[in-house]
């Protein structure tokens, strides 16, 4: 690691949420409904950025459900509580995941530490994971469920923010709710969606229309399509037998649409 992340320090300054640094190969993963795959999307995206030969850090950001490292079946030492707590570092708590070929810094599952947390030191938290990202060529950022400000800071601060959504009406409804509030707070957000769990291309394409018409009519702003995610019986399956997808099932479609939406971030 660099002298600059060795540094990293959460310490007390005030800055405004819109003056934060945008981490320029940040990709914040969001959703305004829990139950919709985001963090086995957040695991299998950086599986697939990471064999693209892409150097790719998975921050799991959820505000007390953190279980990226219960998905991947992993034993974590330290975790983002330790940070919070101003015991450990950014840099200090990454663990490298053999098995998905990436790093992590893991949540810390049951605790409201980010939620409550100040936004002055929310705000440095999310700048000294600006700077660790220069280490990476991309970060995931896995965020809660949700439009708390805590989500909303954090999402503001990547270069990209994938919104993901199923065709169920509550979840077309909060995915709306997360990029209305988003786009009004942070209007340079460059925000995507990606519909997940889609019995067929075909209606996925028509859940994405649905919800980009609710987003040109009343917002007046059109979120791009970044891709489709085929339901599919084996991510679960994997996900039982914490194992990644990719792993478990490589030529699965889920496998394959998650595969084709990273090439498609690499090529944009």
């Given at each position: ?14 800055t ?24 086995w999307?957040s ?60 790093d ?117 702003i ?47």
């Amino acid at each position: 690691m660099e002298q600059k992340q060795e540094e990293l320090k959460i310490m007390p300054r005030g800055t405004s949420p819109r003056s934060l640094r945008r981490g320029r190969n940040m990709i914040a993963v969001a959703s305004g409904k829990g139950g919709v795959g985001k963090t086995w999307f957040s695991i299998t995206l950086a599986q697939a950025l990471s064999g693209f030969r892409q150097k790719t850090l998975l921050f799991d950001g959820d505000l007390g459900l953190a279980n990226v490292d219960i998905q991947l079946g992993l034993l974590v030492k330290d975790d983002l509580g330790s940070v919070v707590a101003g015991s450990k570092t950014l840099n200090q708590v990454i663990q490298h995941c053999d098995k998905t070929r990436f790093d992590i810094i893991a949540g810390r599952s049951g605790s409201a530490g980010l939620a409550s947390m100040p936004i002055g030191r929310l705000q440095i938290l999310g700048e000294d994971l600006s700077l660790l990202a220069s280490s990476y060529d991309k970060v995931i950022l896995d965020m809660g469920a949700g439009v708390e400000k805590p989500i909303r800071i954090l999402s503001s601060m990547a270069e990209k923010i994938i919104v993901l959504c199923t065709d169920e009406p509550t979840s077309l409804t909060d995915a709306y709710a997360f990029i209305k509030i988003m786009s009004m707070q942070y209007p340079k957000s460059n925000i995507n969606v990606v519909i997940n769990q889609a019995n067929s291309l075909r209606e996925g394409q028509r859940t994405y229309d649905t919800l980009l018409k609710a987003c040109t009519n009343f917002l007046k702003i059109n979120p791009p399509l970044l891709g489709i995610i085929r339901r599919d019986a084996r991510v679960r399956d994997a996900i039982r037998n914490q194992t990644p997808l990719m792993n478990r099932y490589p030529t699965s479609e889920a496998s394959e649409d998650v595969i084709n939406i990273a090439r498609k971030l690499l090529t944009e």
